[in-house]
């Protein structure tokens, strides 16, 4: 059994590195612009005219831009919604360069993937590990009486909302812990979470995604599968900080801990 967890824990961590590495992974981040702070509608080293309007952003440029919106050259006026998909299939285009469009609570960004980056270009891995059958453990979700949106640093300065979907109570080292949670569309729970590893052995905080909770609310957390967050490859993501009350006194030798 342990070797069956073990074993898929190397698969997880192989497709993690691979994901990460991907010439539009989150290595290839290169800026994140608001286009507020932009009022003349020119980004930094970004051609064309970037216009916030309710529900999207008009582009307007010029053949001579060298712009291509879904595969084509560009020249004219188009107004983008925010990219749902895959980066690599951001509608935007400038050469090798992925332009994806954004929102955030009403603000509208525009992030720059370059698969020639400087940290894509000197990537050497992840430290993980190893699995180890101790930092996996059962979990009980708790839901609330509806999402509770609380306001929460990030990592770009900036406070934004975050829904929190209830807690995730679970024994470790001996002890009864809870990690306050939010829950994505396809039933994970998502837990942003910082311990007595952060910012030293570890990054200074990690992120973890339980499955999904049965009908009575049992979950799986298993800390070998603790990612860093988006921000610890590159500094233009958001990333959320951890909530009140989801440092944990205990220090999580296990799942990723930092880059090589």
């Given at each position: 059994?342990?070797?069956?967890?073990?074993?898929?824990?190397?698969?997880?961590?192989?497709?993690?590195?691979?994901?990460?590495?991907?010439?539009?992974?989150?290595?290839?981040?290169?800026?994140?612009?608001?286009?507020?702070?932009?009022?003349?509608?020119?980004?930094?080293?970004?051609?064309?005219?970037?216009?916030?309007?309710?529900?999207?952003?008009?582009?307007?440029?010029?053949?001579?831009?060298?712009?291509?919106?879904?595969?084509?050259?560009?020249?004219?006026?188009?107004?983008?919604?925010?990219?749902?998909?895959?980066?690599?299939?951001?509608?935007?285009?400038?050469?090798?360069?992925?332009?994806?469009?954004?929102?955030?609570?009403?603000?509208?960004?525009?992030?720059?993937?370059?698969?020639?980056?400087?940290?894509?270009?000197?990537?050497?891995?992840?430290?993980?590990?190893?699995?180890?059958?101790?930092?996996?453990?059962?979990?009980?979700?708790?839901?609330?009486?509806?999402?509770?949106?609380?306001?929460?640093?990030?990592?770009?300065?900036?406070?934004?909302?975050?829904?929190?979907?209830?807690?995730?109570?679970?024994?470790?080292?001996?002890?009864?812990?809870?990690?306050?949670?939010?829950?994505?569309?396809?039933?994970?729970?998502?837990?942003?979470?910082?311990?007595?590893?952060?910012?030293?052995?570890?990054?200074?905080?990690?992120?973890?995604?339980?499955?999904?909770?049965?009908?009575?609310?049992?979950?799986?957390?298993?800390?070998?599968?603790?990612?860093?967050?988006?921000?610890?490859?590159?500094?233009?993501?958001?990333?959320?900080?951890?909530?009140?009350?989801?440092?944990?006194?205990?220090g999580i030798e296990a799942g990723e801990r930092q880059l090589l």
């Open positions: 059994m342990t070797t069956d967890a073990s074993d898929a824990w190397k698969q997880w961590h192989e497709q993690r590195v691979e994901n990460v590495s991907a010439p539009y992974g989150p290595l290839a981040l290169t800026a994140t612009h608001w286009i507020e702070d932009h009022p003349d509608g020119r980004l930094p080293d970004i051609p064309g005219n970037w216009v916030a309007q309710d529900g999207g952003v008009v582009l307007t440029a010029a053949e001579a831009d060298g712009l291509t919106v879904d595969g084509r050259p560009f020249a004219g006026e188009a107004v983008l919604a925010a990219d749902r998909g895959p980066e690599a299939e951001a509608r935007v285009a400038l050469g090798g360069k992925r332009l994806v469009v954004l929102v955030r609570e009403g603000v509208w960004g525009v992030r720059v993937y370059d698969p020639d980056s400087a940290a894509r270009r000197a990537f050497r891995g992840i430290e993980a590990g190893p699995y180890d059958p101790r930092w996996s453990v059962p979990g009980r979700f708790t839901p609330y009486e509806g999402t509770r949106t609380i306001r929460l640093g990030n990592a770009d300065g900036r406070e934004r909302g975050f829904g929190l979907a209830g807690e995730l109570t679970f024994t470790l080292a001996g002890q009864e812990r809870t990690l306050a949670v939010a829950q994505q569309g396809d039933g994970r729970l998502w837990a942003v979470f910082a311990d007595a590893t952060s910012g030293d052995t570890s990054f200074r905080f990690r992120f973890l995604f339980p499955p999904a909770p049965d009908a009575e609310g049992r979950t799986t957390v298993d800390f070998n599968r603790a990612h860093l967050p988006p921000c610890a490859f590159a500094d233009h993501f958001l990333c959320p900080f951890p909530p009140p009350g989801n440092t944990l006194d205990v």
